[in-house]
């Protein structure tokens, strides 16, 4: 168990809807990651937050945005989904710099 | 941005054989790991290894940042060692503290 825990683990959704995804990281950590990995793109970073604030920006789409909360809990929204957005959705957390990232087990995302 | 290329892409073994697992990465990195994907889809962290060797059991790192790549070393493998392996590596530059990961090895151990 790596202590980042995402929910749900399963989302079927229809196209044109949206959703959300949710990550606790581990007791302490600050930064909160968040990586779709498509069965033909690999692990993509989509952003990243470090204690509330947004700090780094991946090939994210307009169409998606996240948050993190004061309770350092974060949330990836999907809007007008696309089949294309069916993927693994993982969340991953940190201490300081140059420490380890964990990473939770996903969020599997089918968009029918 | 950095590129990192993992190799071979596919690897397949009889159980008991030994592995070696390269990853090559274009630019000075301060961090880097090494990741097991199981076939259920979980992210297992395997080594944190920006420099120098580490030992955990059967498996084994090295990484030499100076020339820009790391090995990860299976001995023994067992049926369990089957999944996908990444490298993910960091710059750490404010702003810039993504992992950006290696396209993957796939290993397959037959009993």
């Known amino acids: 168990d790596s202590g980042v825990t995402q929910t749900p683990k399963h989302l079927i959704t229809a196209t044109g809807q949206r959703v959300t995804l949710r990550c606790s990281p581990r007791?302490?950590?600050?930064?909160v990651y968040w990586y779709q990995q498509s069965l033909d793109q690999g692990l993509q970073f989509l952003i990243q937050y470090y204690n509330g604030e947004e700090r780094a920006k991946g090939n994210i789409l307009e169409r998606f945005s996240a948050q993190q909360f004061p309770d350092l809990h974060s949330e990836l929204n999907l809007s007008s989904l696309e089949l294309g957005d069916s993927a693994l959705y993982f969340c991953?957390?940190?201490?300081?710099?140059?420490?380890?990232?964990?990473f939770g087990q996903g969020t599997r995302l089918t968009v029918v | 941005g950095i590129q990192v290329e993992q190799s071979p892409p596919d690897l397949i073994l009889q159980e008991g054989a030994n592995s070696t697992l390269r990853c090559n990465f274009s630019d000075s990195v301060n961090n880097l790991q090494w990741f097991h994907q199981n076939p259920w889809g979980q992210l297992i962290n395997l080594f944190y290894i920006p420099s120098g060797t580490k030992q955990n059991g059967r498996l084994s790192a090295t990484t030499v940042a100076t020339e820009r790549y790391s090995l990860l070393y299976i001995s023994s493998s067992q049926t369990t060692d089957s999944g996908v392996y990444f490298c993910?590596?960091?710059?750490?530059?404010?702003?810039?503290?993504?992992?950006?990961f290696g396209t993957g090895t796939r290993l397959t151990i037959i009993p």
């Open positions: 991953a957390s940190r201490g300081p710099v140059r420490t380890e990232a964990f």
């Open positions: 007791s302490g950590d600050l930064s």
């Open positions: 993910a590596v960091e710059q750490s530059n404010f702003g810039n503290e993504k992992l950006t």
